[in-house]
Structures are given as structure tokens and as C-alpha cells.
């Protein structure tokens, strides 16, 4: 009788059926092991003998066993496949990953929620992350988004208290709601994802049928030395599907390991997911032009105006040969780009070409590019950086460590400049925080949201801000009144609504 077991619960099952022959238990210096289940000891109560040294390894690196937690995408999946062009965008872009239609390059790809621990929920009311390393001939491009095409701040020195105020209480170690919303309603920049995130788009149904996007403004290269700005879309094949507040928490508690399964389960079973690659192209002297900062992270480009041009497609085939190798490890910073694909002054952005990066050193050292994961296997590097812990290549043999040098190292290519650009200004502290945040926020609840969605809306809003104090709810209404009047005037009336309920059940005592 076959299993009624799913992919995932019968792994160890087939880990079983694929091994031949019975292998020997060793030390982690290889030395085979004659018993494992008991102590080296003087007699059989014991003390346990130092010389054990099959004990002490194992504990020593058991004590050792779990790495620093990312502060944000603690939680995640991942999987492998490949990019491949369906359409010619050379005439904006050099990169050699889109030099012809047809061309496949491997990725590999992590999903994640934002604020929780690895233990939290995958149905968690958050952003997902959505980050793709190109394996390409010229370099590694991580382009590193969410599952959103907006963020809740602009300016990248906000973004420690931001999301401080998603994590714990300093002093109860609890989640807090007026942390939260006292940040979200004193910065009213974040009206437009907040308002996203409590929509129905706020829990996709596992991490297949989202959207993902770069979110970021970049710039594009072609061979001429032409520049653009662009943004990327990835746009599901499988169709967007979201929960519902009451499944998300009832899966919370049932399985909450629903995205990482439903991922698993999906590619073991042959049934890869995959999503369509576009771009928005903007001139620069349209950027001067346009009525909102193009580089603002809290707007979306419209695609009336800018519309989506085809890129390519990538399709995940393959399911990580080891959690902690490829997924726990995987290291992923949008300052890893390749000829062709450029920073923009978007704030954000270059807040983030230094943070991540900076973060892996310290999550996994010096040498984490060296971690097959995150190797640039598809070029070969060539560099003068040396030693470092846990150098694990030939540290590049004899090749001289110093530049220039007349011993035949490494030399640089000109046809791989960046492309010039000009900047002028006054150097300063520019107060962004009034910089229009509710004209697209109107437009999301008049434009894009059907009715019964601006109902939940307002009810997911309001079942979360019941519990912040009075001052902060009336702080949210007025912004989201900003946005538009029946926004602001529904959550109110949904506020006062939880308010008389709670006194009703209080009466009741």
C-alpha cells in the first residue's frame, strides 16, 4: 500500500532506500568509531576519563552548533533552478546573464518572513523576503526584495528603529502594539506598505504564490555605455493566493511550517514553481521629471505610465541537499552586482550595499563567499584578499597578495568601469518625512482594492490597533484619513466598535 505520507515526511524514508552500504560512525577527524551510545569511564558509574575524545568533540561542537540569527528573515526557505531569457533586453542592459534569448544561468533562492525568530510562524501578518543569487560568468547578482514593490521608510537611518519596534518589548520580551504603531503613525511614510500588509496580500498562502520584486530603483548599462533606471518584477505562474486572517492563525497553530512545506512537498513531487521576470524602464530625463522621487522606496513607479516589459523566467527544480549548507548560509547583499547592473541614488539601496554584506562577515566570517553556496562558481576570483578564518581554497597559491605588482597578478579591464554619472548638491540632513505620503495610498484603497477587500482592510488594521493606546489609534486614523476620507472614517468606526465590545465583556464580570 502506498504511504499517504507527504514528500517531506517521508525523507528519511528515502535518505534509507538510497544508501547501498552500511557506513562506520567517525570522529570529526575521520577516525572510525567502535560504540557510540556510552562515555569512556572508570568503571561503570563513572567519572568520565578527559581522554575521551570522541565525548569532548562531539560536545564541543554540539555547544557550537548554531550560528548568529539574521536581526531580520530569520525564518526562511530555500530552493535551486534556473533564470532563462524569453526576451531581448540588450539595448538597456550589457549583463551577460540577458545577452541572448534562450540563455539559462543557476540561482538559487531564499524565502522569508521579516520580524519573527526562526521559530515563529510562516502565516505571520509580514513581508516576505524574496532573494535570487545569479550564478552568471561575470560574478554572482543577488537581487535581493521582498514580496511587496514598496517599503514602509525612505531614508535607510530609520530602518534599526523600525524594526526594532517589529521585535520585543526591551523589558517584557513581549511583542508590543504601541511600539509599532508609535513609529508607524509618526512616521506616515509607512502608510502605503502598512496598508499593503494588512490587505489580503499580507499572508500569501506559502511562499509559491506571491509576487516578488526588487523593490529598489537600479540602474541599467547597455554596451554603449547607455544608462537607465529600472525595476524588477517577478509575477507568480502559479497565481496569487492569500490567506485569511482566521486560516493564517489557524495554521499558525496547526502547521507553522506551512510555506517551507508546501515549497518542500511542491518540488519533490515534480511540480516546480516558477515566476515571469520583467522590468520598468525609466529615461533619466524622465527621472528629473517625474512628479514623485523615482528613488523613494515608499512608491511604486505606475504601469500606466512605465509599463512592464518581458524579461525572462526562472524555475525552481531542486530542494536544498542540507538546510544549514544552502539556506542558513546562503548570504545574499544587493551591493553584489555584475557589468551592467548599477546602484541608483536610492537611499535605501545604498543603505543596504553596506549593511548586508556587513552582516555576513560577522554571521559567518571573512571568507563566507568562499561557502559553496555562495561561491561564484560560474567565474573564477581572482583577487588580492588573503588569509582570514576559515579560508578553506588554496588562499590563491603564490600569486602576489599586493597591487600593482610585476609578477604577472590580476590586472583590471576598463571595459568594466561603472558608468560615469553626476551629482551636485548640498551636502546635509534632508527631512524627507513629509515627502507626499497618502496620494498613493488613496490610490491603493480607491483603485486597486475591491470592496470586500477594504473591509478586511479596516478589520485586520483595526484588530491590531485595538490594542495600542487611544492617542496612537487616533494618530493612525488621521493619516489614513490623509489618504482617503472613508479610509480613515471606517477605521474609526471599527475601532469603536472593538472599544464596545470590550466594555460590553467588562460590564459582564
Excluded at 45 to 67: K, L, N, S, T, Y
Excluded at 129 to 140: Q, R
Excluded at 267 to 283: C, E, F, H, L, R
Excluded at 367 to 372: A, T
Aim: net charge neutral; with cysteine.
Amino acid at each position: 500500500m502506498a504511504s499517504q505520507r507527504d514528500k517531506a515526511a517521508e525523507q528519511l524514508n528515502e535518505h534509507k532506500q538510497a544508501q547501498t552500504n552500511t557506513t562506520t560512525a567517525t570522529t570529526s577527524t575521520g577516525a572510525p568509531i567502535g560504540f557510540k551510545t556510552a562515555t569512556l569511564t572508570v568503571g561503570p558509574r563513572g567519572p568520565v576519563a578527559m581522554q575521551d575524545f570522541q565525548f569532548m568533540d562531539e560536545m564541543a561542537h554540539f555547544g557550537r552548533e548554531r550560528i548568529a540569527e539574521r536581526v531580520v528573515h530569520a525564518k526562511g526557505a530555500g530552493a535551486f533552478g534556473y533564470f532563462e531569457v524569453t526576451h531581448d533586453i540588450t539595448k538597456y542592459c550589457k549583463a551577460k546573464i540577458f545577452e541572448r534569448v534562450g540563455k539559462q544561468t543557476p540561482l538559487g533562492v531564499r524565502f522569508s518572513t521579516v520580524g519573527g525568530e526562526n521559530g515563529s510562524a510562516d502565516t505571520a501578518r509580514d513581508p516576505r523576503g524574496f532573494a535570487i543569487k545569479f550564478y552568471t560568468e561575470e560574478g554572482n547578482w543577488d537581487l535581493v526584495g521582498n514580496n511587496t514593490p514598496i517599503f514602509f521608510i525612505r531614508d535607510p537611518i530609520l530602518f534599526p528603529h523600525f524594526i526594532h519596534t517589529q521585535k520585543r518589548n526591551p523589558e517584557t520580551h513581549l511583542k508590543d502594539p504601541d511600539m509599532f504603531w508609535d513609529f508607524i503613525t509618526l512616521r506616515p511614510e509607512t502608510s502605503h506598505q502598512v496598508s499593503f500588509l494588512f490587505s489580503d496580500r499580507g499572508v500569501p498562502d506559502g511562499y509559491r504564490h506571491m509576487n516578488g520584486y526588487g523593490s529598489h530603483t537600479f540602474k541599467l548599462v547597455n554596451a554603449k555605455g547607455e544608462a537607465v533606471y529600472c525595476k524588477f518584477h517577478h509575477k507568480t505562474d502559479q497565481g496569487i493566493k492569500c490567506l485569511l486572517a482566521d486560516d493564517a492563525n489557524r495554521l499558525a497553530s496547526e502547521d507553522p511550517d506551512h510555506s517551507i512545506r508546501d515549497l518542500y512537498n511542491a518540488i519533490a513531487t515534480g511540480n516546480y514553481p516558477s515566476w515571469t521576470v520583467y522590468i520598468q524602464v525609466m529615461t533619466f530625463e524622465q527621472a528629473e521629471t517625474f512628479r514623485w522621487n523615482p528613488f523613494d522606496l515608499t512608491k511604486v513607479w505606475p504601469q500606466s505610465e512605465f509599463p512592464l516589459i518581458p524579461v525572462g523566467r526562472f524555475v525552481l527544480n531542486r530542494n536544498p541537499k542540507n538546510y544549514f549548507a544552502e539556506v542558513e548560509q546562503i548570504a545574499f547583499s544587493p551591493a553584489h552586482m555584475v557589468p551592467g547592473i548599477e546602484a541608483s541614488p536610492d537611499k535605501m539601496l545604498q543603505g543596504r550595499l553596506f549593511s548586508y554584506s556587513d552582516t555576513h562577515r560577522h554571521r559567518l566570517g571573512t571568507n563566507y563567499q568562499q561557502i559553496p553556496v555562495n561561491c561564484p562558481f560560474a567565474a573564477r576570483v581572482k583577487n588580492y584578499q588573503r588569509d582570514g578564518p576559515q579560508c578553506i581554497t588554496d588562499n590563491q597559491g603564490g600569486a602576489p597578495n599586493y597591487f600593482p605588482n610585476s609578477f604577472s597578478g590580476p590586472t583590471e579591464d576598463a571595459r568594466h568601469l561603472e558608468t560615469p554619472f553626476h551629482v551636485a548638491g548640498d551636502v546635509r540632513r534632508y527631512n524627507t518625512a513629509d515627502d507626499d505620503n497618502f496620494t498613493q495610498v488613496g490610490d491603493f484603497w480607491r483603485k486597486v482594492l475591491k470592496p470586500d477587500e477594504r473591509t478586511r482592510l479596516v478589520e485586520n488594521i483595526a484588530g491590531h490597533l485595538k490594542d495600542a493606546q487611544e492617542f496612537i489609534q487616533q494618530r493612525a486614523v488621521r493619516n489614513f484619513s490623509q489618504a482617503d476620507a472613508e479610509y480613515g472614517r471606517r477605521l474609526q468606526e471599527a475601532l469603536t466598535n472593538h472599544k464596545a465590545k470590550k466594555s460590553k465583556k467588562t460590564a459582564n464580570l
